[in-house]
């Protein structure tokens, strides 16, 4: 079993910046890349960035392309989302995922690998 756990949300003034982290714990595992979504309220799940393990190449949602980059770091289980510029409409429950796989075109994440959530809200 893994431990998937988010951190580092909370209120923030659009144009503001916050950090989340991710940190995944427990078994052993081989992932294909981990990464964040979010949920407005009333709105599905959403893609937002991705690291992959091989190269430490990055993907973004066109929405936070420019403002939010996702890093990693050394060990194979922590992920962070500096979150720059931010809008109202960024304001969502940020959750992290720590093992993604990419098809046709389309992210999702292991079902069984998804973190609580850690709450964003962005004030204008």
């Known amino acids: 079993q893994v431990q998937v756990v988010e951190s580092g949300g909370g209120l923030v003034q659009a144009g503001g910046s916050l950090r989340l982290s991710c940190a995944a714990s427990g078994r052993t595992f081989n992932s294909y890349a981990m990464g964040w979504f979010r949920q407005a309220p009333g709105k599905e799940r959403e893609f937002v960035a991705a690291?992959?393990?091989?190269?430490?190449?990055?993907y973004y949602a066109d929405s936070v392309k420019g403002r939010f980059t996702i890093s990693a770091a050394n060990a194979k289980n922590t992920v962070y989302l500096q979150m720059n510029s931010l809008k109202p409409e960024d304001t969502a429950v940020y959750y992290c995922?720590?093992?993604?796989?990419?098809?046709?075109?389309?992210?999702?994440?292991?079902?069984?690998?998804w973190g609580q959530g850690t709450q964003v809200t962005v004030s204008s």
């Open positions: 690291i992959l393990w091989a190269d430490r190449s990055t």
């Open positions: 995922n720590a093992d993604l796989s990419y098809y046709s075109g389309t992210w999702s994440g292991r079902g069984d690998y």
